[in-house]
């Protein structure tokens, strides 16, 4: 047994410091949070100074036991989370559940995971800082007050089925995206005519070359026909040549918000999956730590990079660099995101490549030479008027750090007249120059570009709203709420006009363009906007961008020993609490509703509102004698923005088209998009394909290709085997049972052969999976990665124990009696076999509930 036990969050870091450490040391992992706060009436004693109640989950009672075990045997025990907040707090957690000091229990803290980094920190460890500890307490008691307090004020005011919830930062978040979408709607276009000229002249070996000339936009068709017509006859010059020296300056190292955005330019990264890679990388010691606000370089980093960069390219590419960060408050980490070991340009791993290598070239770039350039600008006259025509171009003289990298910009950031500047051939003062044509261009203004993941995280931080380790879960909780939808946005035509002026003739054209089109870009859903407003009318200091950065600030302030916690939680709290009480009492519940017109067939009026089922459109009143008609909305469309004529098509569905042997074929919509009904079996349509469009020449066809694909490819043991393509990949279907079929197999070939391994292989497997089945009663016990677990229909629960305490082994538990089995069940969901009959009997009880409700309100008014 090793004297000393260090215990990380994350076991692939176990391994990595282990062999760094050596025999002294055993290291292991508690695998993030051990404690959080109790579910149970919130978890926080609210009169008791907000005290937070801390339990172990199931889940890791496992891990606890383990670590309690070994810290009981070890004569030392070492602390080595993370080195933020969150690490701290799990610090702060084992010494708790362990029984440690946290006065004396040794903590170290690195940033890199490399011998050098491992073994100062052991020679100078600290103990737990509890002015950050209770940093990400606050914030973790403050996050939860206000889940708890705003969520049922939400599912009793909104009418919806959905799992709503409210958050501090992601509220806030999802107002970003809502207001950026209104802004988006109440947009119009206006149109501006540029002016284009092409020149074409000898280089420097004779060849001719063309290039372009600008002039001033114009606002109007009139005024830039006006322009061309006094062009006609005219002569051109040059009357004035400025060549300007200019600089390009590389950007710092990575920070996580930064690492972030331009892994999402340029790999396509989602916010998740660059923080999970980074991760990966951190802890197998490729990388420093990946959640830091910090742009700094440590002077070993520094001196790594001088010796890459000149061994590499020179010294003249070499010029070192100091960053400073404009945020105040990135102070928690040591380092910006780098490689731990500069000569390392690139990793073996496939999936890390790719943002290892993206992170050196960030690095060596921040450190070497600004790029040079000479930029020329030609003034053109023109001989009949007074206007005048610009031409620029571009020579790189010296490409320093751009040799290595060059940083992409978002949508936002890219002037809509910026365009790559190319060289120009070399011209002379008063050189005149013979006009191939000019052109009137019609452009049109754009409005902001929708947020990505990557520009909605760089807006948070620039707002001060949120931290290096909440980005992430911020975009993925509001992306599983429902109330922002990640998606393309396929383009419109539109058509724009063009004057060319040509050998003296004006010629004028419209032309067609694609507009409009966005991609991975994040929309709120109607939900998100309902919830939006809802908050924004009720609770307008969590949705106040200032006041969330400001709270922001006091976490902050906290974790520099400067604010009492509970305190900060008071002032917070205190008003709050008022808002959710009277809102509860007063506000109405919201739908979200808005009035489209009148249905030209009943004269009834529709309406576009939030149902329990989500956004749908509504003919007629509840009120009425004839039960109203409902439509759901399709992707895309949105309650804010649909028209009365979208609106009426969405009830020409469901559609019959025709008869196929004597079986009616109809195109409907469903939960998972456009389908065709022939007789009993649904087919869908292809992604893209309008269902209101289909013609039954169409139906057929897919109909066709639905049988062919469905007709069997084999048998085995009598019975068909088909094939197809899903959520997951390539199958074959035999007996009801679906099997993947791995890549080593020719998909669209498969032999009997193969068609008999492959079946073979899963019934097998399914064999080794079931303890006990009983398919009818959709139970069974099954062999799990950690040992039998039970399941119920789609849930999984744990296998309950002897009448003596102890564990069922497997070997028992393939005798198990079917009703000891549901005992099992019913321990962890009370009546999970109550009869339909006795359901049924409930359904009165709910009418009966309304006048008790209605006298327990009334009591506390007769009281007082």
Sequence with gaps: MAKNLLIVESPAKAKTIEKILGKDFEVKSCFGHI??????????????????????????????????????????????????????????????????????????????????????????????????????????????????????????????????????????????????????????????????????????????????????????VDDAEKFLQTCIGAKYKVNDIQVKPAKKSPAAPFTTSTLQQEASRKLGYSVKRTMQIAQQLYESGKITYMRTDSVALSDTAMDDIRKQVTGQYGNNYYQPRKYRNKNESAQEAHEAIRPTYMENSTVDDADGRRLYELIWKRTMASQMADAELERTIAKIEISTNKEELTATGEVLKFDGFLKVYREDRDDEDINEDEQQEGMLPPLTVNQQLPLREMKAIERFSRPSPRYTEASLVKKLEELGIGRPSTYAPTISTILARGYVEKRDKDPIRRDFRIMTLKNDQIAKVTEQENTGAEKAKLFPTDLGLVVTDFLKQYFDDIMDYGFTARIENEFDEVAAGKLKWNNMIDDFYIPFKKDVDNTIETAERIKGERELGIDPQSGKKIVARMGRFGPMVQIGDANDEEKPRFAGLRRGQSIETITLEEALQLFELPKTLGELEGQEISVNLGRFGPYIKFGEQNISMPRGEDPFGLTMERALELIGEKQKADSPIGFYDGKPVTKGTGRFGPFIKWNDMYINVPRRYD????????????????????????????????????????????????????????????????DELSTVPLEDVKKMIEAQIPNAFASKKAAAKKAPTKKAAAPKKAAKKAAPKKKS
């Excluded at 933020?84 to 006065?103: F, N, Q, T, Y």
């Excluded at 000229?197 to 004779?206: E, K, R, S, V």
């Excluded at 073979?760 to 999976?769: D, F, G, P, S, V």
């Excluded at 990665?785 to 849930?795: A, I, N």
Aim: hydrophobic share 35%.
């Design 35 to 220: 404690r959080d706060l109790e579910k149970e009436e919130m978890g926080i004693d609210i009169k008791n100074g907000y005290k937070p109640r801390y339990t172990v989950p199931e889940t890791k009672e496992k891990v606890v036991k383990e670590l309690k075990s070994l810290a009981k045997k070890s004569e030392e025990v070492w602390l080595a989370t993370d080195e933020d907040r969150e690490g701290e707090a799990i610090s702060w957690h084992l010494c708790e559940v362990l029984g440690l000091d946290p006065k004396t229990t040794k903590r170290i803290v690195f940033h890199e995971i490399t011998k050098p980094a491992i073994q100062k920190a052991v020679t100078s460890p600290r103990t737990v800082n509890m002015d950050l500890v209770n940093a990400q307490q606050a914030r973790r008691v403050l996050d939860r007050i206000v889940g708890f307090e705003l969520s049922p004020v939400l599912w009793r005011k909104i009418s919806t089925r959905n799992n709503l919830s409210a958050g501090r930062v992601q509220s806030v978040a999802v107002r970003l995206i809502a207001e950026r979408e209104r802004e988006i709607n109440a947009f119009t276009a206006t149109s501006t005519f540029k002016i284009e000229a092409l020149f074409t002249t000898p280089d420097i070996t004779g060849k001719n070359v063309t290039f372009v000339a600008e002039g001033k936009k114009y606002d109007t």
């Design 747 to 810: 998909f669209e070939n498969l032999s009997q052969a193969n068609i008999d391994e492959l079946v073979e292989a899963k019934i097998k497997k399914e064999e080794n999976r079931y303890i006990q089945n009983w398919p009818e009663e959709k139970i069974s016990i099954e062999n799990a990665r950690w040992g039998p677990v039970l399941k119920f229909g789609k849930k999984i629960l744990k296998v309950g124990k002897k009448a003596d305490d102890t564990k069922y082994t497997a």
